[in-house]
């Protein structure tokens, strides 16, 4: 038996809440409750039909459902009914004391009904929340029949629905949806280890390493055509950015080559109107992420553990290291005043600021960190062994797992409401890419049965991505 108190009303913390049918009138101990009077009270799964009386104390009594009333006694033509809360000494634990407004079988007061918010497809959960006419209420949660979801006020078929395309709201911009997937736009083939991703709107930017060892693009994403060598004979690139504060004010690429046989390692930098040159030199292989923002680019060095700043606009500026001696740094990502990145080794995610300075640990003890990347004031990191993606605020604090379940997340995105991320899979056919809220709930596969994929670009209308075993770079409505 549940006991409805004052405090089960939102917004109200009063004790000794009264509750008017048609009106609010006064409470226990209030001038209304003049010995005698009654008013009439909710029966175990009926309306309102027992009668509660006016005590000498001034508070009114428990509610006798064996006199069924009509509004009570008096003259007053408003029934009301008095609800107290057990820190008040007249409603305590069970209903035992007077004022107690119960329901019977678990069942919730919702407009004068005793409901079963479980069930009742007018109060799911709660009272007043109304299922779509095709649903039903189950659990406490509105169900609509095999394969449909609740988008808005309608079940909609998620399987083909192209405007709410596998869960509510995935668009698949003019494109049938079928079996809950929008179709695919394969943009390229045969391409080697891409480990690299980036978009403007100009173009698409890729690195081919393994026996390539070239950066590619398109630069018409309506209508991609074959790609084009940007650069070639690099030293097995990596991760790519795109800035736009060199000199000339022009497209600038920067990538990282990872070296090869302890050398060549470099952060090469290109523009429209120039062939690629060293933006700075390695000491050791390892080269590895990259991000720009402003007029700063960061890099990562893995096999050195080392996080480097340099500044595009003044590319003879000597580089900044802002952090060393880290285990095994993976990726990163910064916003207007720091830099963040995951240490898969070390198992957290740190920051510093641009300038440098202390390194500040804003999440720990995580099962091999991978990608990441951070919007609004808060981070959003994948773990690969315990196949996670999740959130931590900005500045550090309780991390949230917004998805879970995942078999070796790898690339994170923030856009628009959602994160987006790789979910690398185990075999040839199981990999996926998804999105889900950036404050949890239901997760979207966007692309299914896909081999290996591994890197992420957004924008503002596709998901570009890159398959390892596949060897292909494509898109798909977001």
């Known amino acids: 038996m549940r006991i409805i108190f004052g405090s089960d009303f939102i917004g109200l913390g009063f004790v000794g809440l009264t509750l008017a049918f048609g009106a609010f009138a006064g409470g226990c101990n209030s001038s209304d409750c003049t010995e005698g009077r009654q008013i009439s009270c909710a029966c175990p799964g009926a309306k309102i039909t027992g009668v509660q009386v006016c005590q000498a104390d001034g508070s009114y009594g428990v509610c006798d459902c064996s006199a069924p009333g009509e509004g009570g006694a008096t003259s007053s033509t408003t029934s009301t009914t008095t609800m107290t809360s057990a820190a008040g000494g007249d409603g305590g634990a069970g209903g035992s004391g007077a004022g107690g407004q119960m329901c019977a079988g678990g069942a919730e007061l919702c407009g004068g009904d005793c409901v079963d918010t479980m069930t009742d497809a007018q109060n799911c959960g709660q009272c007043n929340v109304v299922c779509p006419k095709a649903a039903k209420c189950s659990k406490g949660a509105c169900a609509c029949p095999t394969n449909q979801?609740?988008?808005?006020?309608?079940?909609?078929?998620?399987?083909?629905?192209?405007?709410?395309?596998?869960?509510?709201?995935?668009?698949?911009?003019?494109?049938?949806?079928?079996?809950?997937?929008?179709?695919?736009?394969?943009?390229?083939?045969?391409?080697?280890?891409?480990?690299?991703?980036?978009?403007?709107?100009?173009?698409?930017?890729?690195?081919?390493?393994?026996?390539?060892?070239?950066?590619?693009?398109?630069?018409?994403?309506?209508?991609?055509?074959?790609?084009?060598?940007?650069?070639?004979?690099?030293?097995?690139?990596?991760?790519?950015?795109?800035?736009?504060?060199?000199?000339?004010?022009?497209?600038?690429?920067?990538?990282?080559?990872?070296?090869?046989?302890?050398?060549?390692?470099?952060?090469?930098?290109?523009?429209?109107?120039?062939?690629?040159?060293?933006?700075?030199?390695?000491?050791?292989?390892?080269l590895w992420a990259v991000a720009t923002e402003g007029d700063y680019v960061f890099w990562l060095n893995r096999d050195a553990g080392e996080l480097w700043r340099g500044s595009v606009k003044e590319p003879a500026t000597m580089p900044l290291k802002l952090a060393s001696s880290l285990a095994a740094p993976w990726d990163l990502a910064t916003d207007g005043a720091y830099v963040y990145w995951t240490d898969y080794n070390g198992g957290d995610v740190r920051r510093v600021l641009h300038g440098g300075g202390m390194q500040q640990i804003i999440a720990k003890d995580l099962s091999a960190p991978t990608g990441i990347a951070v919007s609004d004031n808060f981070v959003y990191f994948a773990s690969d062994t315990n196949g996670e993606v999740s959130r931590v605020p900005a500045a550090g604090g309780k991390v949230e797992s917004l998805v879970m379940g995942l078999s070796h997340p790898t690339a994170v995105a923030v856009d628009g409401g959602h994160v987006y991320f790789t979910n690398y899979g185990v075999n040839d056919t199981d990999g996926t890419v998804m999105k889900a809220p950036v404050a949890g709930g239901k997760a979207i596969v966007l692309a299914a049965a896909q081999n290996k994929p591994l890197q992420l670009a957004l924008d503002t209308t596709h998901v570009f991505f890159s398959t390892f075993g596949g060897k292909t770079v494509a898109r798909v409505a977001k």
């Open 149 to 286: 979801a609740v988008c808005g006020d309608k079940c909609v078929a998620v399987l083909t629905d192209a405007k709410n395309c596998g869960g509510c709201g995935h668009d698949c911009l003019g494109a049938a949806c079928a079996s809950g997937l929008c179709p695919l736009g394969v943009i390229a083939t045969a391409q080697e280890e891409v480990y690299g991703l980036a978009v403007d709107a100009t173009g698409l930017y890729w690195t081919s390493a393994g026996a390539t060892n070239k950066v590619m693009r398109v630069s018409d994403l309506a209508t991609p055509g074959t790609p084009e060598v940007v650069a070639s004979n690099q030293y097995a690139p990596r991760e790519i950015a795109i800035s736009y504060a060199n000199p000339n004010n022009m497209t600038a690429l920067l990538w990282a080559n990872y070296g090869v046989a302890d050398a060549n390692a470099a952060l090469k930098l290109m523009t429209t109107t120039n062939m690629p040159s060293d933006f700075a030199v390695a000491l050791k292989v390892g």
